[in-house]
């Protein structure tokens, strides 16, 4: 059974700081893995989505790798901002249609 | 384009009662799935449709809970006898086509539902 993790849990940093957030899977046998934000009260906003196939995915200051054969991909966001606090959440999508999400990483940026 | 809405937003029932939340996926998606977000946690799998077709629902968590989508569009999820430990954000999902894992799924806003 497919398990994510993601650490640290919460993070709190001043704004301006480059940071990077973890996202851990047991099964390596992926098809894809997608980064979300979840904002308090919110549903989820999908940042990137990054194929088995792939290495990486940029979007703006967001920049998100994947390590398929570790079972790991890290989200790096640079010169945050406090509109960058929210619940980030990973999902990985196995050969079953649906995600598996992990617990998410509070991020607060303080101003 | 709209994207996904689900109703009501929030939602409070006495232990016992019945619901039905509503999702209403973007226009022409085939895929659509609903999960269920518990307080602090990230969202769990609850079940998928592909089109009317319910091609998986391993992750209700009891008999209490059915979902459907009859004519491949609008779906709802049912819970009967609502316990308090049924109170989470129910999170709705649609994806474009169907039968491929290679899709982003879109989220709707949540539906809050409070047990009392």
């Known amino acids: 059974k497919q398990e994510v993790t993601q650490i640290p849990a919460a993070l709190s940093v001043p704004e301006g700081e480059n940071l990077v957030l973890n996202c851990s899977f047991t099964?390596?046998?992926?098809?894809?893995l997608q980064w979300f934000r979840q904002d308090p009260g919110k549903g989820l906003t999908s940042l990137l989505l990054i194929q088995s196939s792939q290495r990486e995915q940029t979007s703006g200051r967001l920049n998100a790798s994947l390590d398929k054969s570790s079972g790991r991909s890290t989200l790096y966001i640079a010169a945050s901002q406090p509109g960058d606090s929210a619940t980030y959440l990973c999902a990985v999508r196995g050969y079953g249609q649906n995600f598996v999400f992990g617990p998410g990483t509070r991020l607060s940026v303080l101003p | 384009g709209a994207g996904v809405s689900q109703s009501p937003r929030y939602k409070v029932a006495k232990r016992g009662q019945d619901v039905a939340l509503r999702c209403d996926p973007i226009s022409g998606h085939v895929s659509l799935f609903w999960y269920q977000q518990a307080l602090g946690q990230g969202p769990e799998f609850l079940t998928y449709?592909?089109?009317?077709?319910?091609?998986?629902k391993s992750g209700l968590p009891s008999d209490r809970f059915f979902a459907e989508r009859p004519e491949g569009s609008v779906s709802t999820l049912k819970i009967q006898r609502t316990q308090q430990e049924d109170s989470a954000v129910y999170l709705c999902?649609?994806?474009?086509?169907?039968?491929?894992?290679?899709?982003?799924?879109?989220f709707g806003p949540g539906t809050r539902l409070t047990v009392l």
């Open positions: 099964d390596s046998a992926i098809y894809n």
């Open positions: 449709f592909q089109n009317e077709a319910q091609l998986d």
């Open positions: 999902a649609s994806s474009p086509t169907g039968g491929s894992s290679y899709n982003e799924q879109f």
